[in-house]
Nanobody
Framework: QVQLVESGGGLVQAGGSLRLSCAAS????????MGWFRQAQGKEREFVTA????????YVSGSVKGRFTISRDNAKNTVHLQMNSLKPEDTAVYYC?????????????????WGQGTQVTVSS
């Protein structure tokens, strides 16, 4: 029952950077985990990265390891995704999600609240 509002998406050239943010409202920003997922045109939604309530540990997909960093600011009820060295294959709609209870960090079914999604397009 948390509303998540994303910002920061857009169009960027390959090798560039974007910073996505997700602000929570509706109730206190707490819970088990926050995650980012993405869905490219014609493909299934896939896990990108996740972070625990305390900020550690974090989990990241091998396809973005070393390029993307997730962070969480509980005082500001905000989670961020710093995206560096972007590639055309990173083009997708990116969704932030919140899990209020224990589950799998990697499965979308285990998250309770979702943002509206924001388009990230990386040109070659």
């Amino acid at each position: 029952q948390v509303q998540l509002v994303e910002s920061g998406g857009g169009l960027v050239q390959a090798g560039g950077s974007l910073r996505l943010s997700c602000a929570a409202s509706g109730r206190t920003f707490s819970g088990y985990a926050m995650g980012w997922f993405r869905q490219a045109q014609g493909k299934e939604r896939e896990f990108v990265t996740a972070i625990s309530w305390s900020g550690s540990p974090t989990y990241v997909s091998g396809s973005v390891k070393g390029r993307f960093t997730i962070s969480r600011d509980n005082a500001k009820n905000t989670v961020h995704l710093q995206m560096n060295s972007l590639k055309p294959e990173d083009t997708a709609v990116y969704y932030c999600a919140a899990a209020d209870r224990p589950g799998s960090y990697f499965r979308g079914q285990d998250y309770d609240s979702w943002g509206q999604g924001t388009q990230v397009t990386v040109s070659s």
